[in-house]
């Protein structure tokens, strides 16, 4: 049986857990999530993710969810040669560190500024600004002290998955990122050599450019956490 993903197509984590799966030669199934209608909120959804987020993997009849543990769990038990996720402690730990820095600081401070307030109702400010801009900055300085190609070393690990799919968020909404030179060489690094990769980010990165000019109306769901009524 195929490993089966619940997914949204223009979800920066479920696009991350997407490309790893392609990487790896996972033979899988998209479960497509209704997003727009709420189907992540639903009881029988919660059922196998008490979260009621996307994505979740059910690699036969083993749930998980939580797209950084996804990524570690697929490098683990599918990878082949480890280059993905590295056995060894330490270059271990700087994948780890990354997957860490895009979860806590950088995909939190963008999905902040970008992502939400086009989904949900909020506003981008000068202080949602500042703290995307943290978050670039800090990239920009890793980057530009390790002196290697990809975000964890000179090869391409699960540490690049989300922080591609998180910096395509800016992209989808024409933000500069020029001004942090290392950032957009690694990015567009990235781009040109796993052209195979991005053709999975590029159409979920056209639907945020796309809900960016014309964000869809949640009002009529009922969201936990977040304000859907943007009158």
Known sequence: MPVRLYSVSDSPPTLAVRMALEALGVDHQLVDVDFANGEHLTEEYGKKNPQKEVPMLDDNGFLLSE???????????????????????????????????????????????????????????????????????????????????????????????????????LEAIHFNISQYPMVAKWYENFKAENPRLWNIVAPGMEEVRAFESNPPDLSHISHPIHPTSKN
């Not at 730990?93 to 806590?104: I, K, M, Q, S, Y």
Request: aromatic content about 12%.
């Open 67 to 169: 797209s950084i543990a996804i990524l570690q769990y697929l490098a683990d038990k599918y990878s082949t040669d480890g280059s993905l996720y590295p056995k060894d402690p330490q270059k271990r730990a700087v994948v780890n560190h990354r997957l860490a820095f895009n979860l806590t600081t950088y995909y939190r401070y963008i999905g902040e500024h970008v992502m939400a307030p086009i989904f949900y109702a909020y506003k981008r400010t000068p202080e949602s600004l500042k703290k995307m801009n943290i978050g670039l900055n800090v990239f920009n300085i890793i980057l530009e002290r390790q002196g290697t190609k990809y975000a964890a070393g000179d090869t391409l690990t699960i540490a690049d998955f989300p922080l591609v799919t998180a910096t395509a968020c």
